[in-house]
């Protein structure tokens, strides 16, 4: 459909008779189409782990800038204690915009890449990872969620987090990732989860989460998912019962969320390490999502490990680099989860 619209080439194409503010505001409406479809589809594609399937636009960004206000209400005017939730940011599209050809850089070169952990493959994630520390420092202070937390500001914070996960993960835990510090990536990985945690959490304590349960289940399943793979290591253990808690909460408005519940627990399980007493109540009455799991679209995926099962047709030793989420609970839907 996007294809068939011809954005692209009406953005570029002259309008030598038309009124010039027309022109312009046609313009701006393109690009934010153009580029809003391409952060929408890279933050859809990540949740399967993949790289978007649409490449940034070869547009001009041509979005309003100019505010009067850190904060706007939906009138674009400023926000003010009387003005209706949830307030907006100005600029916050423009950086939304370099996340995303940020990560798409980082998700093509993880398709690509043949040997994850060598030199070359280390030093190209280095440099991923200065950039995106470098765009982050370079940041206006507004659209900092230590600066001026809303719900917009929050999600960038996590999908600014999303990039530099997608830059760690990859690697081995032991691999040493910055020198300066002696920092390893699976210490890094920890670290980022603990930030989304801390995060979501400030963000459940000051919106209504029944609002914006999509955007905050983006944040707590990126975090349980390096929980669940370090549960072998005590310092992940207090951010993996946190992170379930979040979940929980969460599945009262969305109800996908308790399938990943129990797609973290089938995890834990497959890696044979054991579920953590204190988290144990959030995994209690998860019944009713286990009818047809295999085919439901299920738009979540989960990192593969050697230990998950594989007892799925035309899956070959070594083929698969993610397991979607719907096929994982079907395979441990034997297992008594309550």
Not at 239 to 255: E, K, T, Y
Request: proline share 6%; charged share 20%; net charge neutral.
């Amino acid at each position: 459909m996007l294809q068939r619209l011809n954005l692209a080439d009406c953005f570029t194409q002259p309008q030598v008779a038309q009124d010039p503010a027309i022109r312009l505001r046609e313009r701006r409406i393109m690009s934010k189409a153009l580029w809003g479809f391409f952060c929408f589809e890279s933050l859809a594609s990540y949740v399967y782990l993949q790289q978007s399937l649409l490449g940034p636009p070869n547009v001009a960004r041509c979005f309003d800038q100019d505010a009067a206000s850190d904060n706007v209400d939906i009138f674009g005017k400023p926000f003010t204690s009387a003005s209706p939730l949830p307030p907006f940011v100005p600029g916050i599209l423009d950086a939304t915009c370099d996340l995303s050809v940020a990560l798409y850089k980082v998700m093509q070169w993880n398709a690509k890449s043949e040997d994850v952990g060598d030199e070359a493959d280390v030093a190209n994630r280095r440099q991923f990872y200065t950039d995106i520390q470098g765009w982050k420092q370079r940041l206006p202070r507004h659209l900092t969620a230590e600066d001026n937390f809303t719900p917009q500001t929050c999600y960038l914070h996590v999908y600014a987090n999303e990039v530099a996960i997608s830059i760690l993960r990859p690697m081995h835990g032991k691999t040493l990732f910055n020198k300066a510090q002696h920092l390893f990536a699976g210490d890094m990985l920890i670290a980022c989860a603990m930030a989304d945690v801390n995060m979501s959490k400030q963000y459940i304590d000051t919106f209504r989460l029944v609002d914006y349960s999509a955007m905050l289940l983006c944040g707590v399943y990126n975090a349980a998912l390096i929980f669940v793979a370090s549960l072998d290591e005590p310092r992940a253990t207090h951010g993996f019962v946190r992170a379930c808690h979040m979940v929980r909460q969460i599945a009262r408005h969305m109800p996908v969320a308790r399938c990943v519940l129990k797609a973290i627990m089938a995890m834990a399980w497959s890696l044979d390490f054991a579920i953590p007493a204190r988290s144990l109540p959030y995994f209690q009455g998860l019944q009713g999502v286990a009818n047809g799991l295999a085919d439901i679209p299920i738009a979540f995926a989960v990192p593969s490990s050697k230990a998950l099962p594989s007892t799925a047709e035309g899956e070959q030793e070594g083929r698969l680099e993610l397991t979607d989420m719907g096929k994982l609970l079907a395979r441990w839907n034997a297992i008594a989860f309550d």
